[in-house]
Structure formats: structure tokens, C-alpha cells
């Protein structure tokens, strides 16, 4: 609640100046992979009340966005889905800093074929192959490093977990079959899954909570209808969308 009232003024300030803003029609999103079916509805419903918006989706790993917009590449708004990539491009200078707030936040499950006789942690140490995020760049993997090496079963599974680009790859392979589990969010399984199945909810206690952190750039800041979506996101409308999705309110 804290965290809302001292964003509020912030969006109010961003609503009162959208006049004086630049136009900008397209809007560039550098969205965490994990967000896309919701981002797409979001966008679609402020879209149709502000038909002038284009929007330039870019979904994908947050570590690969951030050094992606980095490098240049347009982005009005970023949604990562943890606060190190968020950190890293306001590091760099690249947003606008009193922008930064909490989108939602998510947990991280594991998935496989329904059939797989696995109910926590430490049963996963006995599987063949086992799918995450590279840590390096995705978040959910990182998030899943660190719960299996506070579970004490790192070492043992070192050899035989399948580095994904983004989350989404991540799920694929174990639908697929082509691993026998993988470490995601629960939104992914219950929204893009066909075949894997949530097969346990990995406790909080061992990782830090995911947390969906949301900011314009410096650019996207002078970008009417960027700054326009970006509170948008602030509103019921949207808290809405996001929990039909599956997503945790802030």
C-alpha cells in the first residue's frame, strides 16, 4: 500500500503532462516472455480506446531485453521479471527513474508428464533431464538455481539440466517430452501447456519472490501514448486482467 501511494503522484503527473508530451503512435514493449498473453489482452483493450496506438511487442528473456535496449534497440517500455534487470538498465541510464514500479508478481513451479511420480524438491534430484532458464539471462532459471541449490540437489543435477532461452523454451521442452520436467512459472502451465502438468509449487522459502518490475524509458517518458499505457497498468482495468491471467496482485 505504501509502495502504491508514493507511485500514485507519479501517474497522476504522467496523465496531467500527456499533452505536452511528443506523439508518438508506435509504442516498443521489452516484455518478459512470461507476460505475453497477458500483455497482448492489455494492449488490445487500451488499443481499442486509443486507436492511434501501435504497438512493437518484443517478448523474451528479461536479461536478453535489457542488453537488447541497451544496445539501441527501441523500447519505450520494460517489463522485467525480476528487479536485477531492472536495476541494470537503470544503472545504465537508460530509463526514466522515478518510473520504476511493481507490475506482478508470479511463482515458480515445476512441470512435467502427468504420469511422473514427483511431489517436491528432493525428488527431483533422481530424474534424467530437467529444463530451466539459462540463469544468466532468464530469471526463471535464476529463480530455480537458487531453489535447488538451497534444496542441497544442485550438484547432483549440475550435468543434467537443459538451459532454455526464455521460460516459454523452457515449458516446450517438457511438454514435449523432451525432458522430464522443467522449472516455470505457474502462470506458463496453465496458460501455454498442453501436455506437462503442474506437478508441485516450489516453496517460497527457497528463492526470492518473482516480482514483475515495470518502467518507462527515457524515451518511452516522451512518448504520449507509451506514457499513457504505462498508467494504464495502474488501473483496475488492468489488476483485473492480471489476476484472470493468473498473476498476483501487488
Same mark, same amino acid.
Given at each position: ?13 504522467? @496523465? ?26 492489455? %494492449? ?10 501501435? +504497438? ?5 528473456? %528479461? ?18 521479471? $525480476? ?8 544503472? &545504465? ?22 504420469? @511422473?511420480?514427483? %511431489? ?19 530469471? *526463471? ?5 537458487? *531453489? @535447488?541449490? &538451497? ?31 522443467? /522449472? ?34 527515457? $524515451? ?8 499513457? +499505457?504505462? *498508467? ?9 486482467? @492480471?489476476?484472470? +491471467?493468473? /498473476?498476483?496482485?501487488?
Amino acid at each position: 500500500m505504501k509502495k502504491m501511494l508514493a507511485i500514485l503522484p507519479m501517474v497522476v503527473s504522467i @496523465l496531467m503532462s500527456l499533452s505536452s508530451a511528443v506523439y508518438g503512435g508506435d509504442v516498443h514493449l521489452a516484455v518478459a516472455a512470461s507476460l505475453k498473453e497477458v500483455v497482448n489482452e492489455l %494492449s488490445d483493450n487500451f488499443a481499442r480506446k486509443h486507436p492511434s496506438a501501435n +504497438f512493437k511487442k518484443n517478448y523474451g528473456g %528479461s536479461g536478453a531485453l535489457a542488453k537488447q535496449t541497451e544496445s539501441g534497440a527501441p523500447a519505450d517500455i520494460f517489463i522485467s521479471a $525480476n528487479t536485477e534487470w531492472m536495476d541494470y538498465l537503470k544503472g &545504465k541510464g537508460m530509463l526514466d527513474d522515478k518510473s520504476v514500479d511493481t507490475l506482478t508478481y508470479n511463482v515458480l513451479v515445476f512441470v512435467g508428464q502427468p504420469e @511422473l511420480k514427483v %511431489s517436491g524438491l528432493h525428488d527431483v534430484a533422481r530424474l534424467g533431464k530437467v529444463a530451466i532458464g539459462s540463469p544468466k539471462s532468464v530469471p *526463471a532459471g535464476e529463480y530455480a538455481l537458487t *531453489a @535447488l541449490k &538451497k534444496a542441497g540437489i544442485y550438484q547432483q543435477l549440475e550435468h543434467r539440466l537443459v538451459m532454455a532461452k526464455d521460460v516459454r523454451e523452457c515449458l516446450l521442452y517438457a511438454d514435449r517430452g523432451e525432458v522430464e520436467g522443467a /522449472f516455470v512459472y505457474r502462470t506458463d502451465a496453465l496458460l501455454v501447456a498442453k501436455r506437462a502438468r503442474i506437478l508441485f509449487t516450489v516453496p517460497q522459502e527457497y528463492y526470492p519472490r518473482v516480482t514483475y518490475p515495470m518502467a518507462l524509458t527515457k $524515451n518511452g517518458a516522451n512518448n504520449l501514448e507509451a506514457a499513457a +499505457f504505462y *498508467a494504464y497498468l495502474h488501473t483496475d482495468e488492468a489488476r483485473s486482467v @492480471l489476476k484472470k +491471467f493468473g /498473476f498476483l496482485a501487488r
